[in-house]
């Protein structure tokens, strides 16, 4: 039987990206976020305005989407409340965002450099795809609070071991990406580890104890 209720988050499961981009005065920065999709060689991106990464990606029109196996789920879980801008907004301070300056050692990741972009990579992640922007549209209603990102890969680099041998397919039964669902972190379609993001936004699921 459905029922008719004031959904309050859609996030019904998304592959984590850490997006790779840098600020204004040349740091590295990396963010994670599940709002992607992707059709051909093109990715839309949905940002909150408020966002670090989403004043980067405007200014420098360059980003790499860093895309993070379900093993990684603790450095992504380091990065939760955590923001590049050095004034943090009131509405994110509320639920526990901090400023942090330097997210790779926060983390435990190893900046990349990018060869084609001057974003970083992630090293960790056997993933990476070095983007462009293309366009940028404000997004989301009752007023626009966030902008859509279509961006464009211009090079991808993945980890030999991924791939179908002899092709340039990845084997999606090699290939296992964390997911975010409903703020929780799941890999193979289990949950894999305790969400710090689920805490702030409290939300009233049965959390994974955290790891000793």
């Known amino acids: 039987m459905h029922v008719a209720i004031d959904l309050k988050v859609l996030y019904f499961g998304t592959p984590v990206v850490l997006i790779g981009s840098r600020n204004p005065d040349g740091t590295a920065n990396i963010a994670p976020m599940s709002s992607a999709w992707w059709l ?4 839309m991106l949905g940002l909150g305005n408020s966002a670090q990464t989403t004043a980067n990606l405007l200014r420098e029109r360059q980003c790499v989407l860093n895309l993070a196996p379900s093993t990684m789920a603790g450095a992504v879980d380091r990065l939760a409340l955590t923001t590049s801008a050095p004034l943090v907004p009131v509405h994110k301070a509320a639920i526990g965002y901090r400023y942090e300056s330097d997210k790779f050692t926060t983390a435990g990741l190893t900046e990349q450099a ?3 972009v001057a974003a970083p990579r992630v090293a960790e992640c056997p993933i990476q795809l070095e983007c462009e922007v293309a366009a940028a549209h404000p997004f989301g209603v ?28 990845v084997d999606p039964l ?20 305790p969400s710090r993001l689920a805490a702030g936004w409290r939300m009233p699921h049965r959390l994974r104890p955290a790891p000793a």
């Open 40 to 43: 051909g060689r093109s990715c």
């Open 114 to 116: 990018g060869e084609v």
């Open 142 to 169: 009752p007023e626009s609070h966030a902008t859509a990102f279509q961006v464009n890969v211009v090079r991808a680099h993945v980890e030999e071991d991924l791939l179908v041998p002899g092709t340039q397919y």
């Open 174 to 193: 090699r290939w296992d990406p964390l997911i975010m669902k409903f703020c929780e972190f799941f890999g193979g379609g289990a949950d894999v580890y």
